[in-house]
């Protein structure tokens, strides 16, 4: 079974411009989220996509948006690009959704630089 | 805000020995999680623990809930190098938002 996939891997982009990022869960999950991890903040939620709806936000800016398709495959967007957007993001899939039990399978991570 | 404050940061130690990592928080929370992040990847589900006071092994690694549902610890026995990596520890409350560690990263040296 394929795991989770992200593409792009790397992405150099400057100020002010926008980035898309897509992730591919794996076959047979349906919900999705989305994290950021800097050194300095650590691992934190951007938010979850189950069946194509927004279910779950993080306090991030409006500068990030999401959405979800009807495969379940989801694309992150980021407007207007800060340095501070220098991160690692992370998109994990999960089988179903509300509940303390479902695992999350991450994927390896779009590596963003903003220059 | 529920904050999760894991600690050490930085753990470095020799092949055999034994370490301890520590989530703390003021927070309650229904169910945490331990994941191990290596370069170059995301995170891996270690385990969930979801009772108060439970105790989970995995081979040399021994995760503890504490009673209250506020802490968890995660102790490996006998390190090898292959147990370097981030620590990151997760937990979920209300809402279902998956909160996460600041991590700790451990290096074991041969």
């Known amino acids: 079974k394929a795991g989770v996939t992200q593409t792009p891997r790397y992405l150099i982009k400057t100020r002010g411009q926008q980035v898309t990022l897509s992730c591919s869960p794996i076959?047979?999950?349906?919900?999705v989220s989305w994290y950021q991890q800097t050194p300095g903040q650590g691992l934190q939620f951007l938010f979850e996509y189950f069946s194509e709806t927004q279910r779950n936000k993080g306090n991030f800016p409006g500068r990030f948006s999401g959405r979800q398709f009807s495969n379940s495959r989801s694309e992150m967007n980021v407007s207007t690009l800060e340095l501070g957007d220098s991160a690692l993001y992370l998109c994990?899939?999960?089988?179903?959704?509300?509940?303390?039990?479902?695992?999350?399978?991450f994927g390896p991570g779009t590596r963003l630089t903003v220059t | 805000t529920q904050l999760l404050e894991q600690s050490p940061q930085f753990l470095s130690i020799q092949e055999g020995e034994n370490l301890t990592v520590y989530c703390n928080s003021s927070?309650?929370?229904?169910?945490l999680q331990w994941y191990r992040q290596e370069p170059g990847e995301g995170p891996v589900l270690l385990v969930t623990?979801?009772?108060?006071?439970e105790v989970k092994k995995l081979k040399r690694l021994t995760f503890q809930f504490g009673d209250a549902r506020k802490d968890s610890s995660l102790h490996i026995t006998a390190a090898q190098p292959g147990d370097t990596g981030l620590y990151l520890c997760?937990?979920?409350?209300?809402?279902?938002?998956?909160?996460f560690g600041g991590g700790t990263r451990v290096l074991v040296k041969p």
């Open positions: 076959s047979g999950h349906r919900s």
């Open positions: 994990a899939s999960s089988l179903a959704g509300a509940g303390d039990l479902y695992e999350q399978y």
């Open positions: 927070s309650v929370f229904s169910s």
């Open positions: 997760a937990g979920r409350a209300a809402g279902n938002k998956l909160t």
């Open positions: 623990v979801v009772t108060g006071g």
